[in-house]
């Protein structure tokens, strides 16, 4: 069968008056399915929907030495008390407690 002969594309072109359908796409990698494949095709070569906005799912980037490290708790609690603005805050916060 040829492509002229499928089935979608009798589906490709709407007589309707409206702003086309904006379509965004959330994908995990550069290759798809075939099935997904014509579906694309086929939002492509219609009249009332464009693909507008593509998304690449990747994990987070993580820096070369790891994940950023927390200080340790006595140097998290010597900054705070360093800083005047955060220790008001945090003086305020037990006197409200």
């Given amino acids: 069968m040829g492509e002229s002969s499928s089935l979608s594309t009798l589906y490709l072109n ?57 200080k340790p708790l006595p140097l998290r609690a010597i900054d705070l008390l360093r800083d005047k603005r955060r220790r008001d805050g945090l003086l305020f916060h037990l006197y409200s407690q």
Avoid: K, Q, W
């Fill in 14 to 70: 709407s007589p309707a008056d409206r702003t086309p359908l904006r379509v965004g796409l959330l994908m995990d990698s550069y290759t798809l399915p075939a099935s997904i494949a014509a579906i694309l095709d086929d939002v492509a070569a219609c009249n009332f929907a464009h693909v507008e906005l593509v998304v690449m799912n990747t994990p987070a980037a993580v820096s070369p030495s790891g994940p950023a490290a927390r």
